[in-house]
């Protein structure tokens, strides 16, 4: 990534038409591998309705907004909510709820039974109780109180109220009270229980070195946080160090999450220009590798107009990226043994984890926004980006790359590389026609 930072840097400002249609065919099939892999991320993901409500909020809400706060609140926020969901916080006020809904029903009912009001006003006697208890059975109301001066019912009349018929398929009534059946236990060799197991992790990090990281961690976000916004004149150096720090730290779910963000914090200060960005963008998705190693491309380029060497400037870069994501994941495997037993801890990341694949979704729709790669203006001043959707071409290439990998099997980079010959061919026969 070094190496084509620096061939990058010695390109001019426009680049020819084939040029373009190449690099939108290959973020066309970009776009239909990222969405193949979300729509692979959340089938594991959501596991109920709460994960995947989270998982079509968080990727709805991430469209809305971006900025540096943002998504690591609706990731705390989806936490919260799993958190809630498991402790069962909202289920006790509307099950209460539900309640009183159901006392109030049953009121009314028992307001427009005439029966059940002459039994409340002792004018009932046992034949009129018994032709009500079957009435009631059979309509799936609830059953009237015996008279006090009638007695216990007789078989006949238990077996008719408070049992399914034989003869007519007709439910229980929901209000019956039958006496469950004595208990049984069956008999086992082991009188002791057994414990649950929990899946873990060997102790090869002890849990004072994995707290000792995160302390690591926490007091170096807050240091680049404060220093960002104390001081109002950085060197460029820092400024990339910082921008990079802080959304290697916000990002959860990979490498297409970032890419949006990265295009906020290094095109949008006039660090690295968009044509190189995005063609940058196009090429390494042709490469393997996860795409946190783009970082290396663009600290490179971050730094060609200062005094700083471009390969200080991609070393900084890739340190800045990776090295949050490795304090956590490393001192959190510290941590694991004791936190993996703990119910909360495993509810938070299950919210944490659907958010997450739900603003992989948000990256699908951002790629897709500027995809489309061609010249600015008929002076052909510079690169431009549009949506996918301008070209019903890049969309067929799209639909590909989903389809191809979903159900045949096509690797992602055969997809994304097919997709780039199937960019320049479409400008191949255009020209042909045009002539």
Not at 9 to 32: E, R
Not at 76 to 103: E, K
Not at 130 to 144: G, H, Q, V
Not at 197 to 226: Q, Y
């Amino acid at each position: 990534m070094y190496g084509l930072s620096v061939g990058i840097s010695h390109v001019g400002n426009t680049l020819p038409d084939p040029v373009y249609a190449l690099l939108s065919g290959l973020n066309a099939a970009t776009v239909g591998i990222i969405a193949l892999a979300a729509v692979n991320l959340a089938g594991r993901a959501i596991t109920e309705k709460i994960t995947r409500i989270l998982v079509y909020l968080a990727g709805g809400l991430g469209m809305l907004y971006r900025s540096l706060w943002y998504y690591p609140v609706l990731m705390v926020a989806a936490g919260m909510t799993t958190l809630i969901w498991d402790l069962c916080w909202l289920q006790i006020p509307t099950s209460y709820i539900r309640q009183l809904w159901t006392r109030f029903g049953r009121r009314r009912e028992r307001n427009k039974d005439p029966q059940v009001q002459e039994l409340e006003n002792g004018k009932m006697d046992r034949e009129e109780w018994s032709t009500a208890s079957t009435f009631a059975c059979a309509t799936n109301k609830p059953l009237p109180v015996l008279p006090q001066d009638c007695g216990t019912p007789t078989l006949t009349e238990f077996r008719q109220c408070y049992l399914k018929p034989h003869s007519i398929h007709v439910p229980l009534s929901k209000f019956a009270i039958i006496p469950p059946p004595a208990a049984t236990t069956l008999p086992t060799s082991d009188p002791k229980p057994r414990a649950t197991t929990v899946c873990s992790f060997p102790s090869l990090i002890s849990t004072r070195f994995g707290s000792a990281l995160l302390a690591i961690f926490l007091a170096s976000f807050l240091a680049v946080v404060l220093i960002r916004a104390l001081l109002s004149h950085t060197s460029r150096l820092y400024n990339l160090f910082a921008s990079l720090y802080l959304a290697g730290t916000i990002i959860f779910g990979g490498g297409p999450v970032v890419i949006p963000l990265l295009r906020e914090y290094i095109v949008a200060p006039g660090w690295v220009s968009a044509r190189d960005f995005l063609l940058g963008l196009a090429i390494i998705q042709s490469f393997p590798g996860p795409n946190f190693n783009f970082a290396v491309y663009l600290g490179a380029l971050a730094v060609k107009d200062s005094s700083v060497p471009s390969f200080i400037g991609a070393l900084v870069a890739f340190l800045a990226m990776n090295t949050p994501g490795l304090l956590v994941m490393v001192g959190v495997l510290g941590l694991w043994r004791r936190l993996a037993e703990r119910e909360w801890f495993l509810a938070v990341l299950r919210g944490v984890n659907a958010s997450a694949v739900g603003l992989v979704f948000t990256a699908v729709y951002k790629l897709w926004e500027i995809g489309l790669v061609g010249s600015e203006g008929t002076a052909g001043a510079g690169t431009a980006s549009m949506p996918l959707g301008g070209d019903p071409w890049l969309v067929f290439i799209t639909a590909g790359a989903f389809v191809g990998g979903k159900w045949f099997g096509v690797s992602a980079p055969v997809a994304i590389l097919t997709g780039g010959v199937a960019g320049v061919l479409k400008w191949a026969v255009v020209e042909a026609v045009a002539r």
